[in-house]
Each structure stands twice: as structure tokens, then as C-alpha cells.
């Protein structure tokens, strides 16, 4: 059984047809009654005397003329009602069109929307694994290491040092993005796995404070979440108000673990007993940050 819709554009379509049907078979009786009533006048007419013969032929005429043209009046209507279906038809078939290009348009958008997409770090990771994400969007690093950008931040997983506990932690760099910045000297492994604080300075007197800041907090969060060690805010100089109540620090003047951050035009990380001295501009003290980071986790082999 066809479906309702069908079923009442039929009935519609019947309905006008019949419609119509019947007002031309109205039409038509209507033409042969005003031709039969107005010709018996006439020819009464004439009977009486009231019509000569010629006035007779003459009206006779007249009327015939009138009668003729109402089918010409008939036939334009018919027209109009053509172009009416005509053009009826041609917008249903527009909108037929229409409406098999939006399916289409549902049926190859399909596999985008119904296409399971990854809500966490892990099914991220799972992707990356493998091998179903983008270069930029996640890469396996050295064959070990999983890492993924998510919300702007590249992630990857580790084991904290002592084993105990498993993190996935953050970056601001992937490891491809730093791993042309060299590090030169030799950092002692002892100082730093035994320390239990560190010293963090830098020039209060220098022009990019956002950046160093940055960079600083950034270093600080990995060695108070993963490697358990406090930071103690310094400065190199006695020159500011907030440095006169902080230790002065620099490489030379302390054995203990320090991290040094200076402003430089020339991006530079190395290390020198218990000091790591990073040096940059702007966010190139970050990607050195994150450069000694990768080192201490061993993504990166300094070897």
C-alpha cells in the first residue's frame, strides 16, 4: 500500500482533475442553452414582425459570434491551467532534486559524525599506538614513547622515579620540537637525585618577566609533582625590593641544585656540576625547559 502522503497527493491531483472536468462539460451545456433560448427569440421575434428577415440573419449571427468565442476564453483558461501543472512540476522536481542531494549529503557525512572520536588522553594514546593519529596530532617517539597533543599541550605517560606512581604529563613542546637544542656540559646525577629542594634564579632587573615566569613555573610543577623536590625562589642580585628578602644565588656561590633562567638573544641550555643555566628569549626559555625536562625523564639521550 502506497504511504499516506502518496495516497493524498492522488486524491488532491483526482480531485482537480474531476474539478475541471466538470467545469467544462458546465461550460459547454451553458453555451448550448444561451445559443437554443437566444435563437427561439429571434425566430419569435421574427414571427411576430418585430424582426425582418435581415434583422433576423443579423442577430442570428451576433449570437453565434458570442458563443464561438467562449471556448476561446475556455482554451486560455486551459492554458493557464498547463503552465499552472507546468510549473507545478517543474518545482517538484527542484525539490525532488533538492531533497536526494541533502541524503546524499547525510549519507557521506555519516561516517564523520558517527566516527567514534577520542574524549581522553588515553584514547589518545590508544589511537596514537596505533598509528591513527596525524604527525601533528601524535607520534611515538624513539619507538617508546607515546606522545599527543591535547588542548594545545603534548602529553605523554611515565613512571615516577621511585615507581610508585603513573602520570601522564604535560609539555608545552613535543620532543621532534626541541631536540635540536643541544645541551653541553654534565650535570651531577648524585646532586640531583638526592636533593630534596633547589634553588630557582634569574635577573629581577630583566625585561621579560611573563616569559621567565613561565618558564620557571613550568620546571617547578614536573619537579614537585614527579621528583618530589621543593623550589627556593632567589634572584642573582640584590638590586630589587622582593630580592632583598631572598637568597642571592648563582653557579658559583652554592653546592646545591640550581636552576638558572637568563634572558639571552641565543637559545642555550647546559649544565655545570648542580647548576642548569637555560638561557633564550620569550618562549625559547620555555622549549629550553622543556628540553632539560626530556633529559631528566631520558626521552632525550644526551649521551
Known sequence: MAPFHLQKAL??????????????????????????????????????????????????????????????????????????VQFKSDKALVIGIVAVLLVLAVILSLPYFTKEKPRTIDDLHELN?????????G???????????????????????????????????????VESVKIKGFLNAGILNNATDYYVTFN?????????????????????????????AACDRNETLPCKERPIITCDN????????????????????????VEGSGFELVKGIDRVLFNFYGVIDDK
Not at 588542548?151 to 613535543?174: C, E, K, V
Request: aromatic share 12%; proline share 3%; hydrophobic share 30%.
Open 11 to 84: 486524491c488532491e491531483e483526482l480531485t482537480t482533475l474531476l474539478y475541471n472536468s466538470t467545469n467544462l462539460i458546465n461550460n459547454a451545456l451553458f453555451q448550448c442553452v444561451v445559443k437554443e433560448k437566444k435563437l427561439k427569440e429571434f425566430e419569435e421575434s421574427l414571427e411576430s414582425g418585430i424582426l425582418s428577415k435581415e434583422e433576423y440573419e443579423e442577430r442570428k449571427k451576433e449570437i453565434e459570434a458570442i458563443v464561438e468565442k467562449m471556448p476561446e476564453e475556455e482554451k486560455i483558461e486551459e492554458k493557464t491551467e498547463e503552465k499552472n
Open 129 to 137: 599506538l596505533k598509528g591513527k593519529l596525524k604527525p601533528e596530532q
Open 204 to 232: 629581577p632587573t630583566g625585561k621579560d618577566f611573563a616569559s621567565v615566569a613561565l618558564a620557571v613555573g613550568d620546571f617547578n610543577e614536573h619537579m614537585t609533582k614527579i621528583f618530589f623536590k621543593k623550589p627556593i
Open 254 to 277: 652554592t653546592d646545591k641544585m640550581v636552576l638558572y633562567v637568563k634572558e639571552a638573544n641565543a637559545t642555550k641550555v647546559s649544565y655545570g656540576n648542580n647548576c642548569i643555566t
Open 139 to 177: 607520534y611515538v617517539y624513539n619507538d617508546i614513547y607515546s606522545f599527543v597533543k591535547f588542548d594545545g599541550l603534548w602529553y605523554t605517560q611515565f613512571l615516577s622515579p621511585q615507581g610508585s606512581r603513573f602520570y601522564n604529563i604535560q609539555f608545552r613542546y613535543g620532543p621532534k620540537d
